[in-house]
């Protein structure tokens, strides 16, 4: 489903990815492993189109999205790719609803049909008493299953989260990586995980170490 081969990328004279080769399959569960400053973050930013590579090719449902313009790049990234970051990037002044429904829209989803849909994702993760609830009055645990709700809004290929339970407590954190693996099996969803957390890689169907910009 994501195949990405020889994967090059330098910031000025820093060389951060030295020729990354990976695939992930469909429905996968995978965790990107390594010391701070090894790339994996870099290596997510590039799988999910955010960043660039120097060289080397990445091919995402059978697109090879490197020869893409820039327009149809952003709409397939909206189509194809959720993100979940550390600290949820939910935009303060919208509700969870909004926030949920974001990417919707932007897909020229009809309002009605985005509320609708985001709704019954809010239902799913046990959010639906919190739905007219601004990022303030939620906790943190809640603002990251927000967050994994706007990833999931538009059925994305793939889920790309770096670092998602680094600011949750212990129990937030278990309940969070539960529910990765509860979509993987209910829905199929493919999730690409960068982690420090030795416990959610471990439990991951597929462990990718990288050190030094390299896949060992």
Known sequence: MIYAENITKSFG??????????EIQDGEVVAIVGPSGAGKTTLLQI??????ADS????????????????????????????VFQFHQLLPEFTALENVMIPALIAHESPAEAERRAREILDFLRLSDRVEHKPAELSGGEKQRVAVARALINHPSVILADEPSGSLDTKNKEELHALFFELRDRMGQTFVIVTHDEQLARNTDRVIHITDGLVL
């Open 47 to 52: 799988l999910g189109t955010l960043d660039h």
């Open 56 to 83: 080397g090719r990445l091919t995402i449902n059978g697109t090879d999205v490197g020869t893409l313009p820039e327009q149809k790049l952003s709409a397939f990234r909206n189509r194809h790719i959720g993100f």
């Open 13 to 22: 004279a820093l060389q951060v990815l030295k020729g990354i080769t990976l």
